[in-house]
């Protein structure tokens, strides 16, 4: 019998603050009396399973097209986020909340979001936003915080995001984000050790 991690997903119930996982990644939120968080990922399982997520969190979810033609997932717009994008920016700027340690939950949003794993296997990215480099090195310290210190990579070029290695660190996220989704069509799309 395996003890859940207190970082687990399934450590504790969904809640609205899980989706601080998108805006770790490239999700976007609009807010004024109401809020909204949505996000372009590049494919149709990632859009299902944070559509899925943000329903196990009481929200609605809405899974559309992008104008280039990318899945766009996006929440109705909602009082329930206004604290949420309150933590999140500072002015019209996303920011990272000071001190934030990521819940499994939040991980798992940001793995669905714009996780990869890299051709040898032993490593896993998390994508970080490009329109949004001040929320890179809290971000990193974030994952530290939570014992998984990552390298920074993709400031130029590709695209930026944080790399962990090493079987104890991708042992660590594994049991943080849970199991891979049912419908992923890609099996470098999730880590494993």
Known sequence: MSQLSFFSAEALPPAVADLGGLLAASGQVV???RARISIVVDALWRAEGIAELIAEAGLEAEITRSD???????TA???DLRPLAE???RG???AVPPGW????????????AAGHGEADGERFVLGLDSHAPDTHA??????MRVGMAPTLIGTRGSGPGLRISGRRRLGRL???IGEAPANMDDRTGWPHV
């Open 101 to 112: 340690v990521p819940s499994g939950r939040q991980l798992r949003f940001w793995a669905l």
């Open 31 to 33: 807010s004024g009396g």
């Open 87 to 89: 933590q999140w920016t």
């Open 138 to 143: 809290p971000l990193a310290q974030a994952l």
């Open 92 to 94: 019209a700027v996303k």
């Open 77 to 79: 717009s909602v009082v």
């Open 174 to 176: 594994v049991e943080s």
């Open 68 to 74: 280039e033609g990318s899945p766009l997932v996006r």
